[in-house]
């Protein structure tokens, strides 16, 4: 799991390359949101079995269309059957129909991280009444302000009838 956000330090692609050689490594979650970094991984890997997976839903159209395998999402949390059916239109090649999906997922995606993870998929959560906006210290909820952008994504993605 490659996660500088959180981590402070990036996996460098050389690094990757000699892990995936180890027999119980057989994928990667790339949470790097740095496609030219997914891309070389995934030339310097294409001849090894290994998987390589996005960590951020925002680029999951891209990262599969250069040969991710898929996405372990947090959007999925909110819209589990939209972004199930983007990653399987964007795996069967299908741009037609995955563009104009990711297009309308994009704001939600964006605004899931503008507050620490998971302070803004809980807030979505408890608006869709799937649970309440309960968080452990040290986390407090957002902003009305935060709020309020999301939901009013949420709308508008809602309207399209996905």
Known sequence: ?????RTGLNISVDTVVELVKHKNIQAMK?????????????????????DLYSG???NMLPFICAGGKGVI??????????TELLA?????????????L?????????????DVNPIMP???LAKMG??????????ITTTDENKKALFDAMDEFEKLGY
């Open 56 to 58: 951020c839903d925002d």
């Open 130 to 139: 799937v649970c309440g906006e309960h968080l452990r210290l040290p986390l």
């Open 73 to 82: 999402s947090v959007l999925s949390n909110i819209y589990p059957r939209q």
């Open 1 to 5: 799991y490659n996660v500088p956000g």
């Open 30 to 50: 790339d949470a790097t949101d740095n496609i030219a970094y997914a891309m070389e991984v995934l030339a310097k890997t294409a001849d090894l079995d290994f």
């Open 88 to 100: 399987q239109l964007a795996l069967k090649g299908d741009l037609p129909k995955a563009q104009p």
């Open 102 to 114: 990711a297009y309308a997922l994009d704001p939600i995606s964006r605004l899931l991280f503008i």
């Open 122 to 124: 809980k807030a979505a």
